[in-house]
């Protein structure tokens, strides 16, 4: 067992406080300790969303500190609370539960984040910055065939990837941004600057394929949920290490397609 506000400070010292003043001023969604629960915690859940179904398996599984990239989404309707949000925060206050919301924090993040794990595991290494800063260029050490490249991802998403081919056959450069990160026109333009050959995303507009075939660019979309839990499992790794066998620590998985 460890102390709620040892780990909360343990969190935002891996986050870094650069970083989540950034995120703090740039993103609606939370980046930080979003509701107190117990002064002691005995384990910490982590999960991609914050939804009831996520939220009674925690309970279950005796979780009382929980961790999400997509925290809790508590807006209102004329200050009327949905009964979607009326039976999250029911099960949280109840069960005296802490949420943390790590949002563009656990995208951004150079180390730890979904889109910096993504590029480690796919084996390349970050050149730079894209999306304004939410996610990264990488780059191989030698060229890869775009279409193993695309069987890779979808043992790492554990997805279907739907796959765009409308680049080079063999890539180098690629641009890596998870989640929702279907490609405006700045931003086709930034990857063609950066020598963009392979954007890699989670779920894209209609009108994005399309886009990404007149500009020459590979595209991915290997799911909105699948690509983003990498980041929160990274950081639950960290709490792993540094606190050991005082707290436990575990990925609560609930299947989204999307």
């Known amino acids: ?10 969190i935002y010292q891996v986050i870094g406080k650069n ?6 001023k740039i993103d609606e969604v939370a980046n930080g300790v979003q509701i107190f629960g ?11 969303s914050l939804n009831e179904e996520f939220l009674k398996e925690a309970v279950r599984r005796g979780a009382d500190f929980c961790i999400f990239h997509h925290g809790l989404d508590p807006r209102a309707i004329k200050s009327r609370f949905p009964i979607c949000v009326q039976k999250r925060l029911r099960m949280i206050f109840q069960n005296n539960l802490t949420i943390v919301g790590l949002h563009y924090s ?8 979904n889109n910096a794990m993504i590029i480690k595991k ?15 260029v990488a780059r191989f050490s030698a060229s890869q065939d775009v279409r193993k490249l695309r069987d890779k991802c979808e043992k790492l998403f554990n997805h ?8 080079p056959v063999r890539v180098k450069t690629i641009g890596v941004v998870s989640g929702a990160a279907a490609p405006r026109i700045e931003q086709l333009e930034e990857m063609a600057q950066k020598g963009v050959e392979l954007f890699i995303s989670g779920e894209g507009h209609e009108s994005s394929p399309a886009r990404m ?14 690509t983003e839990g990498f980041g929160v499992k990274a950081l639950g790794e960290k709490i792993k290490k540094r606190f050991g066998n005082k707290v436990k620590v575990e990925f609560i998985d609930i299947p989204n397609i999307i």
Not at 122 to 136: Q, R
């Open 160 to 167: 279907r990837v739907l796959a765009f081919f409308a680049g």
């Open 38 to 48: 117990k002064e002691q915690v005995d384990k910490v859940a982590l999960g991609t």
């Open 122 to 136: 796919l084996g390349a290494k970050i050149t730079g910055s894209l999306y304004e800063d939410w996610g990264f």
């Open 106 to 113: 656990l995208d951004a993040h150079p180390l730890i984040g």
């Open 19 to 24: 970083l989540l003043e950034k995120a703090w």
């Open 213 to 226: 075939k007149e500009s020459g660019i590979n595209y991915f979309l290997g799911g909105h949920y699948n």
């Open 1 to 10: 067992m460890v102390k709620r506000d040892e780990l909360i400070k343990f």
